[in-house]
């Protein structure tokens, strides 16, 4: 038998991970292989960061550009990726597949080889995971209830308990849920999504008592997995991968967008607010692209500015491709808010301007930007498959995912990704025979005490990670 089990703490941070907290993800990373380098994309938010998971690809390829998406054939109109109705519509509207690449689900499903997805996230978020889970008679079980899961997921779900409300009592019960089913006889495949400690940090604050008290139950429900992992004889077959989608920054002010944006510069332009966002410009020409990244390049509460590979980048701007982000769905112009270094409530270090719209509060947890702390994610491997005791130095990402589980099982498709095999923490593979070093994307006005940015990656040969991006 030959299987991998992918988990996922939604918006853990690595520095979240120790003793007092997480004790079996700390007796975990002392198993197998850990990759202290592994980065997120951009926009660091949920759904596109689990559609690279799936696919193996940056959103320039997969299409899923941001959390809230202009739709392509009206602008004006939004598309709340967290609903999966939202992108089954969107579907039905455009005629075409909203991922377009192809995702684990459906490579194994053509190599004839069983998927599943467990997840506690919402349902959008399940979607990403498997959007044609149904016709391809795949295992869907989602903690919002048998109307979010396939055909096979309810027939898994009538077997248990029905799912609590609360989100870290969510991600627990999903946890047993797939223990309790799946373990003696895993498919291929599952990956296993939990949303804390991302709803914890958002609502609570990052490394407050609530978040940790949140993250300590995931732990606890993964530790039951990997003692019966390993008391029960699956750690022969069974490899395990854990990985978070993005970290987390503190909240250290708030910018009403709506306000702030309502300038001559951007009349009849639409708007997408965060801690990152998007700007679409009707018609797209190149002087008004120009005139509205101007615009924000001014902005004292403004950090990165990205513009579409349609245009020259004016002056300060950078491509979109810089950020790997470019494609026909992403708004003309994008931006982040200002970020830095600085600490939050109980020391943790990162920070960033939020739009006031987004619902949360000064000292919580946001993502979505390129500061250093939202792009580092964690990753690590163990099993009979994964070198023991072993730390990577190579860079790694999200985007490794899907090519490394598909090699585990010997699947093809790895090679048309965006990511690389994991081979370094393999038992039969190898490093990167590619040279690798770090690059930087840099623009300025041109004018002293002007608007400068700069986006930090790193290289392995063909394969590119986003370390961070800031204003300088």
């Known amino acids: 038998m030959n299987s991998v089990l992918l988990v996922v703490f939604d918006g853990l941070r690595p520095d979240l991970i120790r003793s007092d907290v997480t004790p079996n993800l700390v007796r975990f990373s002392a198993m197998g292989t850990r990759m202290p380098k592994a980065r997120s994309v951009f926009p660091s938010e949920t759904r596109v960061c689990t559609t690279s998971v799936a696919t193996g690809c940056y959103p320039r390829g997969h299409g899923l550009v941001a959390n809230t998406m202009f739709h392509p054939l009206d602008p004006s109109r939004r598309v709340e990726t967290g609903k999966a109705e939202q992108l089954r519509a969107l579907e039905q509207d455009t005629g075409r597949a909203v991922i377009e690449r192809p995702g684990l689900s459906d490579l194994l499903a053509a190599a004839g080889q069983d998927f599943a997805v467990f997840s506690s996230g919402s349902t959008g978020q399940t979607f990403c995971l498997a959007p044609r889970a149904e016709a391809l008679g795949q295992i869907v079980v989602s903690a919002h209830g048998p109307q979010a899961c396939t055909e096979a997921g309810r027939a898994v779900l009538a077997r248990i308990e029905p799912p609590p409300t609360a989100p870290a009592a969510r991600a627990v019960w999903i946890a047993d849920a797939w223990r309790r089913t799946m373990l003696a006889a895993p498919p291929a495949a599952s990956v296993l999504w939990l949303c804390e400690p991302d709803t914890s940090a958002h609502y609570e604050g990052l490394d407050s008592p609530g978040n940790r008290e949140a993250l ?110 470019d494609h026909a769905r992403t708004g003309h112009v994008l931006y982040t808010l200002r970020n830095g270094a600085g600490e939050g409530p109980t020391g943790a270090v990162g920070t960033s301007l939020i739009d006031s719209a987004a619902g949360l509060a000064v000292g919580a947890g946001t993502h979505g930007g390129l500061n250093a702390r939202e792009m580092a994610t964690v990753l690590m491997l163990a099993g009979s498959r994964i070198r023991p005791g072993a730390i990577s130095n190579w860079p790694a990402g999200l985007v490794d995912i899907a090519p490394t589980i598909l090699a585990l099982l010997g699947v093809a498709g790895a090679v048309s990704m965006d990511g690389r095999v994991l081979g370094e923490a393999l038992e039969d593979g190898s490093e990167p025979v590619d040279s690798r070093g770090p690059e930087s994307w840099e623009a300025s006005s041109g004018r002293p005490g002007g608007y400068a940015q700069r986006i930090a990656r790193m290289r392995v040969g063909r394969h590119v990670w986003i370390d961070e991006g800031v204003r300088t």
Do not use: K
């Open 216 to 325: 300590r139950a995931a732990d606890a429900a993964f530790g039951r997995i990997l003692d019966d992992w390993s008391e029960g004889g699956q750690a022969d077959w069974l490899q395990i991968i854990v990985a978070s989608d993005h970290g987390h920054v503190t909240i250290d002010g708030m910018i009403d967008l709506r306000a702030r944006l309502a300038v001559p510069e951007l009349v009849g332009c639409e708007i997408v607010g965060g801690s990152s966002g998007a700007i679409h410009v009707p018609g797209a020409p190149a002087d008004r692209i120009g005139e509205v990244a101007g615009f924000l390049m001014r902005q004292d509460w403004i950090a990165n500015v990205l513009t579409a590979e349609t245009v020259d980048a004016p002056n300060g701007a950078l491509p979109q491709g810089a950020a790997l982000v």
